[in-house]
């Protein structure tokens, strides 16, 4: 009597996710992803920000790990969240730019699709940016997109395949949207995928083809936040409004632009826009823990959060921009949490990137991804086992139109540790070469310094070993 009641109550703890006993792990893990749209790696409280309050995202740090050194490969939306998905870069996936690439995307072998193969229950709630189709994309079960970038206000929501009008600000309604996936019946693990548009300004771009200002008020938080942080004053970074004379590829003259320098700075109204929009993210994570709590399955559920990219705040005179190679836009936030794996507080000293996340949910999950990745699984370095980590990763930027002064900018890098070589595909003769250890805020370009000659030789060489 005694077995068949252990047999029992292990039957029940595999279909509802949770854990037969107190410490013991369940099979395979429920899982949480929350993307959140260009939000820099410095602008939480778990990472040092002076004022910004995030409590239920620091959580995430508090109860799980924060990887100090993470990075995305192409800081830009659509390519970024095409190699979150599929752990590959983007000369991979061919997710290369913002443009419409609706079709590609229904193509990406993804690891929510992987997952639904393995028997996951997947949902995608937000924003998919990798085209501009609101159609439901193959891998999930439960499909709450927005239209395109969709609106801040009132959005439109396509709900498997129903186009559904909607009440309210936009990261409240996926927040619900989230939370009622969440507090279903759940016969299988699950797989919550919430991308959401907050922090991304209203619009970049007017249906005519001019652009808006971002340093306006584009950024609209839910009216509960509009006052936030009325006093506060905004951090600045060392190469705050520098003029980049050392960058040839930024000081190039552009008809219609300024020279960059303190002049075309990020304000301090974009700025406390974007952190007030976060507020209501971070609400969310909280709405989110509670769902989970309230099912029983927190401790049973690897809960991630991270950026899609970075953002300038005017270093190096750069505005509301991201795109670049320099660390203000390749760095992103990226928390997991899950008590089963992963000492509370732990920060892992290895360099993460967004293409390593597929390839660690699917480890978590015990599935082995459907076909090459470019990107390393993260669980042991979560685990606090000793690891060799990577010694330098590639970026890479395929030109766009949007922005007058990213034409003919596209580039491949290479960031190891120490150094980073920036390679400009159009723009010959104007490389860049920054050693990130006495030169942190990448003020001093060194890729004409005789002494610099051989870091510079064998980063070019290691650029050539990463794109065949």
């Known amino acids: 009597m005694r077995s068949a009641i252990i047999v029992l109550l292990f039957g029940l703890a595999a279909n509802t996710g949770q854990s037969p006993l107190r410490g013991a792990e369940p099979r395979r893990p429920n899982m949480v992803f929350v993307l959140v749209d260009d939000l820099r790696w410095d602008d939480l409280g778990c990472a040092g920000h002076p004022f910004v309050r995030t409590p239920h995202i620091d959580r995430i740090a508090r109860e799980g790990a924060r990887f100090p050194d993470a990075f995305v490969t192409t800081p830009l939306c659509s390519p970024s969240r095409a190699s979150f998905l599929t752990g590959r870069y983007a000369h991979a996936h061919g997710i290369t730019d913002n443009t419409d690439r609706s079709e590609a995307s229904h193509r990406l072998a993804t690891f929510p699709r992987r997952l639904q193969e393995a028997g996951y229950e997947t949902a995608f709630v937000g924003k998919w940016h990798m085209g501009n189709t609101d159609s439901p994309r193959p891998g999930f079960d439960h499909w709450v997109a927005l239209a395109g970038q969709g609106t801040s206000l009132d959005p439109r929501l396509n709900v498997n395949g129903t186009v559904r009008p909607t009440t309210g600000h936009v990261t409240d309604v996926l927040n619900r949207a989230a939370v009622e996936f969440l507090e279903r019946e759940h016969a299988k693990p699950f797989l919550l995928y919430l991308a959401h548009k907050a922090i991304h300004p209203e619009t970049a771009q007017r249906a005519d083809g001019t652009l808006t200002d971002p340093n306006a008020s584009n950024f609209i938080p839910a009216e509960r936040h509009a006052r936030l942080f009325e006093q506060a004053t905004i951090p600045r970074r060392a190469n705050f409004g520098f003029p980049p004379a050392d960058k040839p590829a930024l000081s190039r003259p552009i008809e219609g632009l300024p020279p960059l320098g303190p002049a075309t700075v990020t304000t301090d109204e974009a700025i406390l826009g974007r952190l007030r929009m976060l507020a209501a993210v971070d609400e969310g994570v909280g709405e989110i823990f509670r769902a989970l709590a309230d099912k029983q399955c927190l401790d049973d559920t690897v809960v991630v959060l991270a950026g899609d990219n970075g953002y300038f705040y005017g270093e190096h005179g750069l505005s509301v921009e991201r795109r670049l190679a320099y660390e203000e836009s390749i760095r992103i936030p990226l928390l997991v949490r899950y008590p089963r794996r992963i000492a509370a507080g732990s920060q892992p000293r290895v360099m993460a990137l967004n293409i390593d996340l597929a390839p660690t949910l699917l480890e978590f999950a015990g ?69 990130l250890q006495t030169d942190p805020f990448e003020l001093s370009n060194r890729a004409t310094a005789p002494e610099a000659q051989p870091e510079l030789q064998r980063l070019r060489q290691r650029l050539d070993a990463f794109v065949p």
Do not use: N
């Not at 086992?385 to 890098?413: N, Q």
């Open 367 to 435: 599935v082995t991804p459907a076909g090459p990745v470019d990107g390393v699984s993260l669980v042991s370095a979560l685990a606090g086992k000793p690891t060799s980590g990577r010694d330098d990763f590639l970026i890479e930027y395929y030109t766009d139109k949007v922005f007058p002064r990213m034409d003919h900018m596209g580039y491949r890098a290479v960031r190891s540790q120490r150094w980073k070589y920036i390679h400009y595909t159009e723009l010959p003769g104007m490389d860049e070469l920054y050693d």
